[in-house]
């Protein structure tokens, strides 16, 4: 039997409603930007006026980039974390270790710390860190830093600290050794006496000055400036300082609303150190779920997202500490960042010692002064957190140069009622609060702006560079550097000092030295801008 194959008849139902899909598909891109669109149905032409769908995100995305351009929203969260830890703990033991040092033995005794104690600790650490550069991976670097500060301040408050009576001479002992008459005896012979006596605080001391250095810049900005390239830099960057500012303001409310409130300093203390510990721990688990979470993603990233990432590194070539020194002042580039973070560390020693000096003869018992200076941390963080809110696109948008001139500027405004309150006396308990209100006016928001601008703006200059110099000259600058800006600013107010018998009265010539500081590092910076915009147009024209 003959089978007959008729020929398949065409949809033409299927035919038409593909012609409609596509007429419809033509149609989509008008309809998104919103208006008239004309539509064929049997021969008929009908208007149908659609929503202005894309005008409406694209509003929503530029407030999105105003107020938060952050994409790669894990990457960032896990990074910031790191940061915001280290303030954290930063902001517990700065706090703690002013209030032991200025309480025991006078606020005049920080200048001598930080000559005699802080600077060569400082300088012993960047000889050992150079060293365990060339000779230990990144990650084991970072535990390696981190971990034996951790374990000092444990081990301070669970040994030293209650040991303190058996292990510390008694004042009246180290006076007759040294052949001073009473307690009451003034000048550097008697500062010596109470630190001799209150070494332990002494110690304490000297350990928070090196971490507070270590843990921002060597710590955090070591491993970002690593990670994060140019482009996510100038989004990330101001956001990590406000993501940070949130840490002084919990430190801040712990100790006023907690540890303030224990029965004595011991038990205070033994509080604070708890949150210090577990910002310690925090501080390295973050540290290695950032880094499991870049790895598993690097070769999925393109190359702006991750340059570090997928760039081979090279060997690092070992470097004694005199040629570490040689090739630091070979580079004019890293000479102006370290013109410019001395700068910071002269200008703001100029005017803190002699604040917290005040700020001592207003709150002589140390649970009030670490009360004031838990409200004093608190709302530095609260403050740096609006100005970046205000002012998170003064780099992007206004450029590097004005985002680093700032700190200066401001510092330079703020101090002159500050001096003239000083210059009026301190002889009456209403002008000694009017002094405490200007200092602490003066010094909040030169540290807020330190936080928001500059530190930002510092750590941007080291992303052009080869990985070389971030380690290396990053390290002697962000350590020894910052050291000498406050051990210099220690060693000229003990020669006032000398010579005008106390601090306040050196009050004018420390206006002039003040001044002075300031335009030298605004002129640095002005001079270091053009060299990094060349520089990042170079790396940019390469990632390319």
């Known amino acids: 039997m003959a089978v007959q194959v008729q020929p398949k008849r065409r949809n033409n139902v299927g035919v038409n409603k593909s012609r409609v899909n596509k007429s419809e598909g033509r149609s989509n891109p008008m309809s998104s930007r919103g208006g008239a669109v004309n539509v064929k149905n049997d021969h008929k032409v009908t208007t149908k006026t659609v929503p202005h769908t894309t005008a409406t995100a694209s509003w929503r995305s530029k407030l999105r980039n105003a107020l938060f351009p952050i994409y790669e929203m894990k990457k960032f969260f896990l990074i910031g974390s790191i940061k915001f830890f280290v303030i954290l703990a930063l902001t517990l033991t700065r706090d703690n270790k002013d209030t032991m040092v200025v309480t025991e033995c006078g606020a005049e005794a920080i200048a001598f710390l930080k000559i005699y104690g802080v600077l060569p600790a400082a300088t012993l650490f960047i000889g050992l860190y150079s060293k365990m550069a060339t000779i230990l991976e990144k990650k084991t670097l970072f535990y390696a830093t981190c971990i034996p500060f951790f374990a000092f301040f444990f081990l301070f408050d669970a040994i030293i600290y209650p040991s303190r009576g058996s292990i510390q001479p008694s004042l009246s002992t180290v006076q007759s050794m040294l052949g001073i008459s009473s307690e ?23 350990i928070a000055e090196v971490y507070s250095s270590v843990s921002v ?5 070591q491993y970002a400036n690593d990670v994060v390239s140019i482009s996510q830099a100038k989004r990330f960057y101001p956001l990590f300082a406000q993501m940070s500012g ?6 801040g409310q712990y100790v006023v609303r907690y540890a303030s409130r224990a029965k004595d300093f011991s038990e205070s203390l033994h509080r604070i150190t708890c949150l210090v510990t577990f910002s310690g721990v925090m501080m390295c688990l973050f540290y290695r779920w950032s880094n499991a979470y870049i790895e598993s993603t690097a070769g999925m990233l393109s190359t702006d997202n991750a340059p570090q990432a997928a760039k081979p590194k090279k060997k690092k070539s070992k470097m ?24 910071y560390g002269l200008s703001i020693n100029f005017t803190d010692i002699m604040w917290k000096s005040i700020v001592k003869r207003q709150y002589p018992d140390p649970l009030d002064y670490q009360r004031f200076m838990g409200n004093f941390s608190s709302i530095v963080g609260l403050s740096t957190c609006i100005i970046i809110f205000i002012g998170v696109h003064a780099i992007r948008i206004l450029g590097w140069r004005m985002g680093a001139l700032s700190t200066p500027l401001v510092m330079s405004c703020l101090a002159l009622p500050y001096f003239c309150s000083i210059l009026v006396g301190l002889d009456s308990p209403h002008r000694l609060r009017i002094a405490v209100i200007f200092g602490t006016i003066q010094t909040l928001l030169s540290k807020t702006t330190k936080y928001a601008l500059f530190d930002p703006t510092t750590q941007m200059a ?29 060693l000229i107010q003990q020669g006032l000092v000398m010579v005008f018998g106390n601090i306040i009265s050196a009050a004018p010539v420390l206006v002039v030295l003040y001044y002075s500081v300031l335009a030298w590092w605004a002129f640095s910076a002005n001079r270091l801008s053009t060299l990094f915009y060349a520089r990042t147009a170079t790396q940019e024209q390469k990632e390319q």
Not at 195 to 206: G, K, R
């Open 184 to 206: 009451t005896s003034s000048g550097a012979t008697a500062i010596f006496a109470k630190l001799f006596a209150n070494w332990t605080s002494a110690l304490f001391y000297i």
């Open 217 to 221: 810049g060597i710590l955090f900005w």
């Open 246 to 251: 949130l840490a002084p303001i919990l430190a």
């Open 320 to 343: 004694s500490m005199v040629e570490s020194a040689r090739f630091l002042a070979s580079s004019e580039y890293l000479r102006l960042i370290a013109i410019m973070v001395l700068g």
């Open 462 to 490: 080291y992303i052009p560079l080869d990985d070389e110099s971030k380690v290396k000259g990053k390290a002697a600058i962000e350590v020894l550097g910052s050291r000498l800006g406050k051990s210099g600013g220690s």
